[in-house]
């Protein structure tokens, strides 16, 4: 096996196995767990085929995000030298940021082909999937929480669910890309993807339904809309997708309507995880208010909103690891420099994605839909809660990152080899 084939073996195993990030171990004494070290076996049998002249190519296609990624590394490292338990926060780095870079990375060097990029895409999805069927066998062995929410291994129904949220646009692509070859006639070959493609968007599904994970719902929800907003334009009235997603807010709203948990949103005083996340909210601002230029270093938030109770009414959770706010995780963690840079690496990437997302006769638009779906669930669900700051969520952000510099990369190829079969005609 040559050292290529290996890298994409391990980066392939890597997407099928994300949770085992859960199995933790100690080498050389360094915490570390399983899913950090197939990460490595990725990335060094990748460096290992060394070609400087690729990796050369490689850098002219991502200098637009190095500046930004250099920002945000510089800030969350500046703020945990700043600030006490820097061993902890060092180990948070590595974690959620180095380790998925360095994975982002040897995707870079070893998928350079759609067929690639979707065999990628279905490992992570055949993940999520397990996880999902998973969630069924608790189900149906009734280990649920005391509110009677799904969770299972993990450790709440919310981290559940955005584990589970990416796969529902991968499955979506997957489920519809056979659908077309059905509808082409193509029985033979259809049966087994069609078959597996509903059941097991089905199963994530179920599992994702009893996590009762309204936030997650309505951002998975919030966006499907925004592309077909940014894909139909004026247009969106007209849409068939539009249809369907405002059917999907329908039947959330009936099947909730009488649960209590639903209720509790509307009952002022009502202890709620809306009651919950303003009282966090509110600490984390004050907080910031303190530490607005270099933050409090990851993983030190439960300890300052603890130091912060004195200014506030009796919290109505006490066990807050996060400010479950995205961009407030960002700015407080890695300070002025952290939000920054990650703002603004979003930004770019984003521009560049849809402005290719837009040009309607692009053959990369489904592709694009999964990619773009899933980091604007992110945005969205980040305004109410932390969908990165995990080792799993970290890593398929940089997964899906990398993965969009990829449909860039080979559509700036096909462009130029449709100009040099011009050329050669004329």
């Known amino acids: 096996m040559n050292s290529h084939k290996a890298s994409r073996t391990f980066i392939y195993a890597t997407l099928l196995t994300i949770p085992l990030y ?29 070609n400087i002249n690729f990796d050369g190519r490689i850098y002219q296609q991502i200098k637009i995000y ?31 940021f180095i380790i998925p870079l360095l994975f982002s990375w040897a995707l870079l060097r070893e998928i350079d082909s759609r067929e690639k990029i979707e065999k990628a895409l279905y490992c992570l999805y055949f993940g999520t999937f397990l996880v999902g069927l998973a969630g069924l066998f608790y189900l149906w062995s009734k280990h649920l929480t005391y509110d009677l929410r799904l969770q299972a291994f993990y450790l709440s129904p919310n981290y559940l669910a955005m584990f589970l949220a990416p796969g529902i646009f991968i499955g979506k692509y997957f489920l519809e890309s056979n659908l077309k070859i059905l509808f082409g006639h193509c029985y033979q070959r259809i049966k087994p993807g069609l078959f597996f493609s509903f059941f097991s968007l089905t199963t994530i599904l179920i599992s994702f339904y009893f996590t009762y994970s309204y936030a997650t719902w309505i951002s998975v929800i919030g966006s499907l809309f925004l592309l077909e907003l940014i894909r139909s334009g004026k247009k969106i009235f007209k849409s068939k997708y539009f249809f369907t997603i405002i059917l999907l807010f329908a039947i959330f709203i009936s099947f909730q309507i009488n649960q209590k948990k639903f ?30 230029i270099v933050g ?111 449909i860039m990369r080979e559509k700036n190829k096909n462009a130029s080899q449709s100009q040099s079969i011009q050329s050669s005609l004329f």
């Open 22 to 50: 859960l199995v933790r171990l100690t080498v050389w004494e360094i915490p570390t767990n399983i899913l950090e070290v197939v990460v490595l076996f990725s990335f060094l049998f990748s460096f290992w085929n060394k």
């Open 263 to 292: 209720h509790s949103f509307f009952v002022p005083g009502e202890k709620s995880s809306l009651t919950s996340r303003i009282a966090i909210w509110r600490s984390s601002i004050r907080i910031l208010m303190d530490n607005a």
């Open 296 to 406: 409090i270093g990851s993983g030190n938030f439960q300890e300052k909103y603890l130091e912060y109770q004195k200014f506030f009414p009796p919290y109505p959770d006490w066990a807050v690891p996060q400010p479950h706010n995205l961009y407030l995780a960002f700015w407080l963690q890695g300070g002025i420099l952290g939000i920054f840079g990650f703002l603004l690496l979003i930004y770019l990437w984003l521009k560049s994605l849809v402005k290719i997302f837009l040009k309607q006769k692009n053959g990369f638009q489904p592709l694009l839909s999964v990619i773009l779906g899933i980091i604007f669930y992110t945005l969205i669900h980040g305004l109410v809660d932390t969908p990165y700051w995990k080792n799993d969520l970290s890593l398929i952000f940089w997964t899906i990152f990398a993965l969009g510099i990829i």
């Open 66 to 96: 190095f500046w930004p990624v250099s920002i945000l590394l510089v800030g969350l490292l500046l703020s945990s030298f700043l600030n006490p338990h820097y061993k902890t926060e060092l180990g948070i780095i590595k974690g959620w």
